[in-house]
């Protein structure tokens, strides 16, 4: 391998552990540090959606690089890398779900692109105003915008489904918003949405496919343009590459961004739909050097080629998905009295511990010091948030999930 590919794709493993001790060694769901195994169900954030140094992957692109040269240093070859991720992109990921996508390549961060995202609803309509949700306890929609003012200054939040109690309510509240802005011809832009709230405050909550059908329907019915936030939840997280591909909504933007590479290296997409006319407008690029764009692309071309070419990968997700929410399901059973709950998508789950505070994340300390890495979500950390490798084995994925229920067995005897 390249030794300065080998050593960038090991500061990215290092760095995106979840651990704060440093890794010595990482193969797809096992990490070793200081002598010590962990099982990883947090996967880098998200980011390492193939586990850590995937050795299909690796080779691929140790091939790649011995045969046609180093990247980041010769135009023909950035070209090349570029033309051959946008081919496979389109033919293995857009056309075989019907979807006229643009696709443009942003930069690293998924903050970009939906950055972009924005600023081409507001030049596109002409209007500024962005509607997005928020979940019943503070703003959560979208994150990816905390630290940018001048276009937060534009957003409007309103209920999320679970706030204001059943689906038709909260739906009910948008479109009266929308039929008051609509008289005073103050329509928004867009509306940006998640169809799971998975980070931070978030809670992995999901979204119902209902839900959001007729927000899609919503925004038709007014001329507003639909954003979906694919950035935590697509590339296969939720089962399907694209997390609304199940509701038969076609988004007018989608920003996907962790878990499209093959080993983690940041890269984040934004697609448009044709009528959208994207080429009109300039969006820009944000890359700190042509090497760590050459190596995403290349990295998320690997991926797609050796995973999305067949329905196969797909079917696998889901098996895994069954067992981790029976698993998951039978826990709650288990402990019907303490009111636990399961929720999410695919192999981004949660288990909800709301009626005992600080419980979950004295299950996340336990369970580190067991062996495992997993992470907390929700405004007061109520839910254990369990988020493995799509490529993990079942082996792998049952004797984590062995240790998380020995440690909450073992933290709930503090519990009364």
Same mark, same amino acid.
């Given at each position: 391998?390249?030794?300065?590919?080998?050593?960038?794709?090991?500061?990215?493993?290092?760095?995106?552990?979840?651990?704060?001790?440093?890794?010595?060694?990482?193969?797809?769901?096992?990490?070793?540090?200081?002598?010590?195994?962990?099982?990883?169900?947090?996967?880098?954030?998200?980011?390492?959606?193939?586990?850590?140094?995937?050795?299909?992957?690796?080779?691929?692109?140790?091939?790649?690089?011995?045969? $046609?040269?180093?990247?980041?240093?010769? @135009? *023909?070859?950035?070209?090349?890398? %570029? =033309?051959?991720? #946008?081919?496979?992109? !389109? /033919?293995?990921?857009?056309?075989?779900?019907?979807?006229?996508?643009?696709?443009?390549?942003i930069g690293p961060d998924a903050a970009f692109s939906l950055q972009a995202a924005i600023?081409?609803?507001?030049?596109?309509?002409?209007?500024?105003?962005?509607?997005?949700?928020?979940?019943?306890?503070?703003?959560?929609?979208?994150?990816?915008?905390?630290?940018?003012?001048?276009?937060?200054?534009?957003?409007?939040?309103?209920?999320?489904? $679970?706030?204001?109690?059943?689906?038709? @309510? *909260?739906?009910?509240?948008?479109? %009266? =918003?929308?039929? #008051?802005?609509?008289? !005073? /011809?103050?329509?928004?832009?867009?509306?940006?949405?998640?169809?799971?709230?998975?980070?931070?405050?978030?809670?992995?909550?999901?979204?119902?496919?209902?839900?959001?059908?007729?927000?899609?329907?919503?925004?038709?019915?007014?001329?507003?343009?639909?954003?979906?936030?694919?950035?935590?939840?697509?590339?296969?997280?939720?089962?399907?590459?694209?997390?609304?591909?199940?509701?038969?909504?076609?988004?007018?933007?989608?920003?996907?961004?962790?878990?499209?590479?093959?080993?983690?290296?940041?890269?984040?997409?934004? =697609?448009?739909?044709?009528?959208?006319?994207?080429?009109?407008?300039?969006?820009?690029?944000?890359?700190?050097?042509?090497?760590?764009?050459?190596?995403?692309?290349?990295?998320?071309?690997?991926?797609?080629?050796?995973?999305?070419?067949?329905?196969?990968?797909?079917?696998?997700?889901?098996?895994?998905?069954?067992?981790?929410?029976?698993?998951?399901?039978?826990?709650?059973?288990?402990?019907?009295?303490?009111?636990?709950?399961?929720?999410?998508?695919?192999?981004?789950?949660?288990?909800?511990?709301?009626?005992?505070?600080?419980?979950?994340?004295?299950?996340?300390?336990?369970?580190?010091?067991?062996?495992?890495?997993i992470e907390t979500a929700g405004s007061r950390d109520e839910v254990l948030k369990l988020?493995?490798?799509?490529?993990?084995?079942?082996?792998?994925?049952?004797?984590?999930?062995?240790?998380?229920?020995?440690?909450?067995?073992?933290?709930?005897?503090?519990?009364?």
């Open positions: 391998m390249d030794a300065r590919v080998a050593s960038y794709l090991r500061e990215l493993s290092r760095s995106r552990s979840g651990l704060n001790t440093p890794v010595c060694r990482a193969d797809g769901s096992v990490l070793i540090a200081e002598g010590k195994q962990y099982l990883d169900f947090y996967s880098g954030g998200g980011r390492f959606a193939y586990g850590h140094a995937n050795t299909m992957l690796l080779r691929r692109l140790d091939d790649n690089l011995r045969q $046609r040269g180093p990247i980041g240093e010769n @135009n *023909a070859r950035s070209l090349n890398i %570029q =033309l051959r991720f #946008h081919s496979l992109f !389109e /033919q293995l990921i857009l056309q075989p779900r019907e979807l006229p996508y643009q696709t443009h390549i600023q081409l609803a507001r030049d596109f309509t002409g209007r500024h105003t962005i509607v997005a949700f928020t979940e019943g306890h503070g703003r959560q929609q979208p994150a990816q915008l905390a630290g940018s003012h001048r276009l937060l200054a534009g957003m409007v939040f309103v209920p999320y489904r $679970r706030s204001r109690g059943l689906d038709g @309510n *909260a739906m009910a509240h948008l479109e %009266q =918003l929308f039929e #008051h802005l609509a008289a !005073e /011809q103050r329509l928004p832009a867009a509306v940006v949405a998640e169809t799971v709230l998975g980070q931070g405050t978030g809670g992995v909550n999901v979204l119902t496919w209902g839900w959001l059908k007729d927000l899609a329907r919503l925004c038709r019915r007014y001329g507003v343009l639909l954003i979906v936030d694919d950035s935590h939840t697509g590339a296969g997280r939720t089962g399907c590459y694209f997390s609304f591909e199940a509701a038969a909504v076609v988004p007018d933007m989608v920003v996907l961004g962790k878990g499209l590479s093959g080993l983690g290296v940041p890269l984040s997409l934004l =697609l448009t739909a044709p009528g959208l006319d994207a080429d009109e407008y300039y969006i820009t690029e944000h890359w700190p050097s042509h090497f760590e764009r050459d190596l995403a692309l290349l990295t998320t071309a690997h991926a797609i080629e050796s995973y999305w070419a067949d329905t196969q990968f797909t079917q696998q997700i889901r098996q895994l998905e069954a067992l981790l929410r029976d698993w998951l399901e039978n826990l709650v059973h288990s402990h019907a009295q303490r009111k636990f709950a399961v929720r999410g998508r695919g192999l981004m789950q949660g288990l909800l511990i709301n009626r005992y505070p600080q419980l979950a994340h004295d299950v996340a300390a336990d369970a580190l010091k067991a062996g495992l890495i988020q493995p490798a799509l490529t993990i084995g079942k082996e792998a994925l049952i004797a984590g999930l062995n240790l998380l229920e020995q440690s909450l067995t073992t933290c709930l005897k503090s519990c009364r």
